[in-house]
């Protein structure tokens, strides 16, 4: 199918800025496209725009956009769509219904749909038959499923919005070798969505940078700069041993199989400690008992007299700190920032950790406000934390784990589909705390954070 | 149902149309439905067993109530689509029953009822203002309906339960508990939610910032 | 928590071979027979008959069992014995009737999800009971983020300690707690209930053109035997209850 956008322009309902404007485009039947470009630079609203799924009401669209000559809305039935989270895709309890459900909307006989749904499922190298259950697939696998889905409708235009972003790169390189063996024949026309190229390069004829000041096409033999360029980051002084698991393991109750087998660590004031491993392998567990959410199984996780302090409890096990104790001791950051947020306004949310340990209220004000200021939020104080972008809503629940200065800092996954510059700014805020003695340890697959960043890396194999 | 409205996707088949439910209104709906379906599930265990103890002063038992009013004014007042709440409120039910309701099937009749009580709210302002009085009013007749159901069903005006001593104050009960959870806790709740930005697909929650 | 519907259907239960409209039906019947009766008699003829389906919804695992049951369990017990403790005219025997009512009621539930898979209930609904196409597999989509829901509500109650907010032994604060997690869960349950609709969208659910089923959902003779048979089950149940004398029937409730 054949895109052409002239002077496209598109303003949500909800915000007052504009989300693109003066955009011109042409993209030619079968052709491979990448756009790519920072956070929030309006990638994501051109291919919604492609895909006919702007939001009606409310929205406002000036300039033209067609898809084969027509409004995009009405190419949607030749459309195939796979977008950033494997969880909010899946309609049916099984593999094989899930292909199937487009064929159904479609209006096709079961004897064209099951010939149909194996056929996709093998071009994806979908490894399962079709009675496999959604919910056992791992996030690369459901990806895969999805796509399929999507082949299975045999689209003339192919959209994909950051469709690894959420995956490790093991479940995102799956996501790319099925969609570079899916697209053969050239009977559909791609257009991939991704603020992190260097990949996709292979795979793709052309590369399109959408920036705030319009669209720049990219030629062949353009390579991103690496995010890692030029980033000098201070070290850290010497510190002691502020907490340390001895064989620590973990086993989830009514399981079986442990989720951590025994693991032994110490994390110094002054050094990152990265936490490395496969899926599965319990990097976010030891996450857990370092951060004292939960109680090893087996083994301790201590703290020493200098982190400890005066505790209520007198024990030196984090887990048994009241939650107002661990707040000042050790400050630690999910995976999934929304999770963690617990008011309504930006300001609220930073002074909550300060109150919470104590604090007075005018000192867990002016600890929000100078956070807000140094990490560049001030303008959006007011504002609700879960309405911030996906970097913005990283960098605040940094900023609320260091709101009651802990001395040490825990994060699982902290670069996670992060673009270049709010990967470097969170790499340089890591940095900083470092210099500051702090113990910091990270739990990751990202081999630049772990290259740029680690002092120590535990690397944890199958339990 | 929205079956018949349904036809081929072009620009205007959006929110233009207040009756034809896109497929993100039923999704939604249905996500409120079925947390609602669990929240019935724990307070159907809560209030079997509460129930007893307020035995001293029956009608009072007509508090317990407001809590099974809730999803129908909060989808009516979320998805503002005519059938929200029936459709809200009659999954609640059915999916409390599918975790295992000490009421049986019959929640399932209690769900589409208490769900067309408030849906009968959001028709008397014929879906055009979703405002407090709006959710007081939906919150009012959603009481009055299982009021109605619960009077006829179990406590039939008779010598047992006489007009002025039971009846009446049954009802109050209900309709209070109702406006007070259905309405405001629920008016709270979508305001909560339209500020975190999750309701950008809906008119509920869409303001220019 | 809400460990039935996350646990979903076990895989082969026999009793899954049941159309899911013969089982709703004969949940309807159960319902209407239990609903009339105040005794123990009837009741307790039910619970053993539905008790005897188990190991037909694949239930014969006891922790299992449990995982599914323990709320019931828990809310008949407690409704038995607040009955024989604040009644006035209640008796041990008339507590123990009450209790297994509850649990007559509530099992053929927890065996309808032990036995079935969702997409089979839509694919019935939708065939035999004629419910909308759309509605029904709107509803489906968002039963399906349930057991999303159940694996967050851990993680977001660590998180809140991360922040420094815990409930300990205090009920205000733990009612609190559980609110706010609560509200947490669903603002993300309804970001991605939009999501799931655009990309249902995004695959012709939104089309207009009338939906085909790949599956199909046939009724067997076996169907009708099963409420026949639920049918049997609940007049054995009220005549032993006539003859033992016990018969206690009531309007409705």
Redesign the interface.
Known sequence: MRLVARGLGVRHASRRAWALTGVDLVVEPGERLLLTGASGAGKSTLLAAL?G?LEAEGTEVTGELTVDGGPPRAA??R???L?Q?P????????AG?DV???????????EV??PR?DEALAAVGFPYGRDRAT?ALSGGEKQRL?LA??LA?RPGLLLLDEPTAQLDPDGAALVRTAVARATPGRTATVVVVDHDAEPWLPLVDRVVEVTPDGLVQHGPGWRPLPRTAGLRLPPGPDGTVLLAAQAAGFTYR?SSAPALSPSTTALRGGRVLAVTGRNGTGKSTLA?LL?G??APTSGRVTASADLTGAVRTGSDEPHRW???E??SRI??V?Q?P?????TGRLRDELA??P???GRQAAAARATADELLERLGLSAFADANP?TLSGGQQRRLSVA??LA?SPQVLVLDEPTFGQDAATWRELVTLLAEQRAQGRAVAVVTHDADLVEVLADHRLALGPP | ???QA????SVDAGYGNPVR????D??????????FG?VF?GW??FA??AS??L?FFPPIKGLLNGVFLMPGVVAGLLVRRPGAAI?AST?AAA?S??????????IVVYGLVQGAGAELGFLLTRYRTFGWATAILAAVTAGLSTSILDLS??Y?VSGEYPLWAFTLPYTLATVLSSVLLAGVVGML?VR??AR?G????FAAGRTRV | ??A??SL?PVPDARLGRINPVAQLTA??V???V??TSLDVVTPAVVVAAELCLLPAAGLTDL?DLWRR?W??V???T??GL??VL??DDATVVTGVGLGLR?V???????L??AST???RLADALTIHWRL????A?????????????VA?FE??R?????????A?RNPVAQARLVG?IA??????????????????????????????????SRLHPRDAGFVAGAVLVCAVAVTSSVLSGAWAPI???
């Open positions: 895909a799924i949607r039935g459309l195939g769509l977008a989270d969880d909010s895709q899946l309609v049916m309890t099984r219904d199937a459900f487009g064929l159904e909307n479609a209006g096709l006989p079961p749909i099951w749904v919910q999805v889905g999507a409708r009514g857990l951060a959410l939960r009241r939650a107002g661990l707040v400050g630690t999910f999934h929304e999770q963690q947020f617990l909550v950790g109150l919470r340990s879960y609320t784990a009651t | 149902m929205a079956d349904v036809r081929p996707s439910w896109r497929t993100v039923i999704v939604v709906t249905a996500v409120l439905g079925v947390a669990v599930w159907n265990l079997e067993v007893t103890p035995d459709f999954l999916v029953l599918l975790l295992g309701s000490p009421y049986g099937g019959i069903l179990y039939p709740l909560a939610m975190t999750a309701l950008s697909s | 928590m809400t039935s519907l979903g949940m309807i159960v319902t209407l239990l609903l922790r049951t709320p019931l828990l809310g008949a407690s409704v607040v009955n604040l009644s509850v007559g009621l509530a099992l053929p539930g927890v309808l999800v898979d969702p997409v909308s196409t759309r509605f597999f709107g509803a489906l989509a968002a039963l399906r983020l349930v057991p999303l829901l967050e993680s977001v660590l998180a809140r300690r991360t922040r420094g907010v815990e300990g706010g509200f947490t869960l669903l603002v993300g349950a309804v970001r991605r209930g939009s999501r799931l609709a655009t990309a249902m969208d995004a695959r012709g659910f939104d089309s207009g053109i009338r939906r085909s089923n790949a599956r199909g309007f409705v409730g």
